[in-house]
């Protein structure tokens, strides 16, 4: 099964120069590779290649668009958005998500608008935003992306009336309004309308509206204080517009607010907001939003109002239940409730002034919800609690007038109502509240988020002569940042003074301070330890890498697992047949009153038999809840990815998730996942009369043309044994980015040969570097001698680079890749927990089989080609056995997309946008056992969660129909059925937050872990 191929978080164009056929790392000596492989190792993979060029044939027909969904309570919201978003002609798929209030939909946009598709999901009565997505690779004449924020929503209905007029409006292709984060994203054609056309058509809505973010790299929009009348406008203007590279300036006084059109190659952020601050000696201060805003929905206003209503209806709720129940055993105040006051007595009359503003007020929300629903062929909890709450409401006021006219005092029900109203809206606030909690891993990981740094200027001579602290939004690409100890490194970037240690746990989860030295790659948003550091930014803003995993994280959230396909089918049936239901309950209960099944003993004082049969029948109303189906998957899938990602593992998605508990088979490569990645030659074995330094000069010079691992490890051992006259020893300092190649000497005729190695000419010199097989197709022959010398390095685990010069064998270098120290443990670990392990790599049978012996591994599969791994792990698939494939990401994408769940090792900076199902960040095959641990952990809850869910409702329905009565003369007033089924909900997901007290599995414990 491939891995998820959604993602796609930067607009980088990389050339597909790796084959699917290219060669394995360790069956190729001397690779080229025209991508860097320290810095960026994953972005330059061939796996991320492979992705690419699979997308390319798609572009111009696909796109995605990511839209906020409000007013969604339940499964079956989600199974109508779904089917309404599918019903929609251009649309090629729709996943829904409940938790994040998301939809995800991938549509054709020569037949289908964005704005079609957000009028599909409001036509199906719920809210609809679209959310901004990174447009920086749009050409000129692209459609432009604004985020807006949209305020006085209240429900679903609210956004799908938002979206709607958007959608209507000319020019606009697609809107999305999300109703948690308050938040819309509208695709336009800026010639056919601005965003301020789009403002004013949400405000001739009813809503608030402001411009958030313009989604595109070139547009900004700032927050300029001190702007007080016309005359200050238009002089920030003027200083703006007078830039060379501003293309367009609008500014707004009212909202101290203006927005920028710019060329980011001619003018940056900081120059703008340096003019604006100097020129206007500073009457005025500029300061951008945050742009990770959009990741952390802000729940705070959605628990304020779920709030201020609970409050409201408890106003209501308690002097109600005070006159109902504690009144009548207060003899004075109950004698003042029997005055007769009109038609009615003034205990009735207090009663139904306190509960009509709790009914058709605070519980509009329900009504809009319900009628939202309905009006679209949909049901929803919204319609449980209305017909149930209305039911007692016009119930009681009938039974007033009825008792007004013929003098008879019926009992009414306005408690009830009330009562299920507040408890209702006690649950879906503390929902609100749980749900929060669910997402505190990204919180936790905007934390990280540097606020400022400290900024370096330097005269000619490379001296510094200025130091100033900028706010972090304003770091360019290539600007010099000054880190002190103990504080956050304020962007990505590579080390150009300084030597220091880094804290990267919160990003990769490696615990141990990483040095950090000369030419050395920091990740933003890590603190800086013990040294004080000059820094060169390469990635800044939502090209950074934390940036880059929070958007991962988020996105994995978005993808539903398979089982909760069958939570979102019951939902989806379950609000009619729960309605069904409650009518036939009253009309059993009815009918056998009528029939005489039951005496009349049974009635309360003062009821008949259709009120004694209708509150059974309202209690099934308002006890069934759907909410809690829905909510059983994808809770625990957020507070998973968040907990995989807080330990240093992304995962990207509940089907992955789903997919990864049922691992019975991991698939190793060797090189840079069973083995450090980190070769080094050995040993050196010359053939004939060439001198040692004359062989590595040759060898160095054809090398250095490749980025392979290997070919890096023989120039380094050149190079030291050249200029520092020996080899390195596991002492000396290297750099990670810098190496002084002015020793090396000419190349000509330098070629690639996938699989087997290089081929070039050195001063003359025909010069072949490579494994057997390049060797062999040269037709230069392999004295016996260096064939055994061959196989005795392959014997030890090492991989023999044969070298041919001028048509004659001349030298063989033994290169070791040392195992990773856990790896014989995690292997021990898998097999107690009843996963195999196989090892298919590309490199010889005889060093294939000294891995195997060294960590533990009994099968492996040696001499393999990447597209080969792949049909490996296929002829694994073949039993049905669930299969992992567990790669560094460098050749391994045709492995990795073949297994049911891919899994890629790599350094923290490139793994947000990997082809994998799982991304391990530390690098450490201890995050294997820890992956599918947590997966069976995250998945083992949500079937806790659906018997929860299912459990309740097959319980609770019958009792609320009144099945124990006869019997036990057990009955569930309606306000306590409604206080049940508001708390179903919090129950399933506070299980789900029992997940975050999770502990991944010790190194040491390890090979005790038992088989779940």
Same mark, same amino acid.
């Not at 608008?113 to 719920?126: H, N, P, R, T, V």
């Given at each position: ?99 994040? !209030? ?5 549509? /054709? ?29 749009? $050409? ?20 799908? %009336? ?34 301020? !056309? ?8 009813? @809503? ?23 005359? /200050?406008?238009? @002089? ?13 300036? #609008? ?22 907001? &340096? ?35 609970? =409050? ?9 239940? #005070? ?18 006051? $009109? ?36 049901? !929803? ?110 962007? /990505? ?6 030597? %220091?240690?880094?804290?990267? %746990? ?5 615990? %141990? ?19 004080? =550091? ?20 988020? &996105? ?26 409650? @009518? ?25 038999? #259709? ?35 807080? !330990? ?46 004359? @062989? ?203 297994? /049911?769940?891919? =899994? ?16 391990? =960040? ?22 806790? &969660? ?67």
């Amino acid at each position: 099964m491939a891995p998820p191929k959604g993602v796609q978080l930067s607009s980088l164009r990389i050339p597909s120069t790796v084959a699917e056929d290219s060669p394995d790392l360790e069956s190729q000596a001397l690779l080229s590779d025209e991508n860097t492989s320290e810095i960026d190792p994953l972005l330059k993979s061939s796996s991320f290649q492979a992705t690419q060029s699979r997308r390319e044939g798609e572009l111009d027909t696909k796109r995605k668009v990511v839209i906020k969904v409000t007013g969604m309570t339940c499964a079956a919201c989600t199974s109508s958005v779904e089917k309404a978003l599918q019903r929609t002609n251009g649309v090629l798929s729709a996943s829904v998500a409940l938790l994040q !209030n998301k939809a995800e939909v991938t549509y /054709d946009p020569t037949l289908v608008k964005e704005e079609s598709i957000k009028e599909a999901i409001e036509d199906a009565g719920f809210d609809a935003e679209i959310l901004p997505i990174d447009s920086s690779s749009d $050409g000129q004449n692209a459609p432009m992306i604004g985020k807006f924020r949209v305020g006085g929503m209240t429900c679903a209905a609210c956004v799908h %009336s938002v979206e709607g007029i958007l959608r209507k409006l000319k020019g606009v292709s697609r809107a999305v309004v999300a109703l948690a984060t308050e938040l819309g994203e509208v695709e336009f054609d800026p010639k056919q309308i601005n965003q301020k !056309n789009i403002i004013e058509a949400i405000e001739d809505a009813g @809503f608030d509206a402001e411009l958030v973010e313009s989604g595109q790299r070139d547009r900004v929009m700032m927050v300029i204080t001190g702007m007080f009348t016309d005359e /200050d406008g238009k @002089f920030v203007k003027g200083l703006v517009s007078s830039l060379k590279g501003v293309r367009e300036c #609008f500014v707004d006084i009212m909202l101290e607010k203006m927005e920028v059109q710019f060329d980011p190659e001619i003018v940056g952020l900081r120059a703008i907001v &340096n003019t604006i601050e100097d020129k206007g000696e500073g009457r005025y201060k500029a300061s951008l939003s945050n742009p990770y805003s959009s990741y952390s929905p802000d729940r705070s206003k959605e628990t304020a109002a779920m709030l201020r209503l609970f =409050m409201s209806s408890l106003a209501f709720s308690v002097p109600l239940f #005070f006159i109902s129940f504690v009144c009548p055993h207060i003899p004075a105040i109950h004698d003042f409730l029997l005055v007769r006051c $009109g038609p009615f007595l003034m205990g009735d009359w207090m009663k139904w002034a306190l509960v009509t503003p709790v009914q058709f007020v605070i519980g509009s929300r329900f009504y809009v919800g319900a009628y939202r629903s309905l009006q679209h062929g949909s049901a !929803n909890m919204d319609v449980l609690v209305v017909l149930g709450t209305t039911s007692a409401y016009l119930y009681s006021v009938g039974a007033l007038f009825y008792g007004a006219v013929v003098g008879y005092r019926a009992t009414t029900y306005f408690e009830t109502t009330s009562m299920l109203i507040t408890f209702v809206l006690l649950g879906k606030y503390l929902e609100v509240i749980a749900k929060g909690k669910t997402s505190e891993a990204i919180g936790k990981l905007l934390e990280l988020v540097p606020t400022t740094a400290i900024l370096m200027a330097f005269d000619s001579a490379g001296k510094p002569i200025i130091e100033r602290e900028i706010d972090a939004q304003l770091i360019q690409r290539g600007d010099t940042l000054k880190v002190y100890p103990g504080s956050k490194v304020p962007a /990505d970037g590579l080390v150009v003074w300084g030597l %220091s240690h880094a804290n990267e %746990s919160m990003i990769t989860g490696e615990a %141990s301070p990483v040095a950090k030295g000369l030419g050395d790659a920091v990740i933003g948003g890590t603190i800086n330890l013990n040294g004080v =550091m000059h820094i060169q930014a390469t990635r800044v803003g939502r090209d950074a890498a934390l940036a880059q995993i929070v958007q991962l994280v988020e &996105n994995a959230q978005m993808k539903k697992a398979p089982i909760q396909k069958f939570a979102d089918y019951v939902s989806s049936i379950f609000v009619p047949f729960v309605v069904g239901l409650a @009518f036939i309950t009253w009309l059993g209960w009815y009918v056998a009153g009528k029939l005489g099944a039951y005496p009349e003993t049974w009635l309360p004082p003062g009821t008949n038999y #259709f009120v004694f049969a209708l509150t059974f029948a309202i209690s099934v109303l308002v006890i069934a809840c759907p909410c809690a189906l829905g909510l059983a998957t994808p809770t625990a899938v957020m507070v998973a990815t968040g907990i995989g990602a807080v !330990n240093g593992i992304l995962i990207k998605g509940g089907d992955a998730l789903e997919r990864a508990h049922k691992v019975q088979c991991v698939v190793f490569d060797k090189t840079g996942t069973l083995t450090k990645g980190k070769p080094s030659v050995t040993s050196v074995k010359v053939l004939g009369d060439r001198h040692l330094e004359e @062989f590595l000069s040759l060898v160095a010079a054809a090398e250095a043309g490749s980025e392979h691992p290997l070919a890096r490890a023989v120039v380094e051992y050149a190079h030291h044994f050249l200029v520092f006259g020996g080899p390195p020893t596991p002492k000396t300092p290297t750099s990670k980015a810098i190496l002084d190649t002015s020793w090396l000497q000419k190349v000509s005729n330098f070629e690639a040969i996938p699989g087997k190695g290089i081929k070039c000419q050195v001063n003359g010199h025909d010069i072949l570097v490579g494994n057997r097989k390049l060797i062999h197709e040269a037709v230069v022959e392999i004295p016996l001698s260096a064939e055994g010398h061959l196989q005795h390095v392959e014997q030890q685990a090492r991989t023999g680079i044969l070298v041919a010069i001028d048509g004659a064998l001349a030298g063989i270098l033994a290169i070791a890749d040392p195992l990773k120290r856990e790896a014989a443990l995690v292997v021990a670990g898998l097999k107690k927990m009843g996963v195999r392990s196989i090892m298919v790599t590309g490199d010889n049978w005889n060093t294939a089989q000294a891995v195997g012996k060294e960590s533990g591994i009994e099968e492996f599969k040696a001499e393999v080609s990447p597209g080969g791994k792949a049909e490996v792990i296929r002829s694994i698939q073949a039993n049905g056995t669930v299969v992992a494939m567990v790669g560094d990401g460098i050749n391994d994408s045709p492995a990795l997309a073949a297994a /049911d769940v891919g =899994m890629a090792i790599g350094a923290g900076t490139d793994i947000a946008i990997e082809a994998a199902d799982y991304v391990l =960040m530390r690098s450490s095959l201890e995050d294997v056992i820890t992956a599918i641990d947590l997966s069976r952990k995250a998945f083992a809850r949500i079937r806790l &969660n659906y018997v929860f869910a299912m459990g309740y409702n097959i319980l609770a329905i019958p009792v609320a129909a009144g099945i124990l009565y006869p019997t036990l003369a057990l009955k569930l007033p309606p306000w306590v059925a409604g206080a049940a089924m508001a708390f179903s909900s919090v129950s399933v997901v506070c299980s789900s937050l029992m997940l975050r007290m999770y502990q991944k599995p010790r190194l040491t414990d390890l090979i005790n872990i038992e088989c779940l």
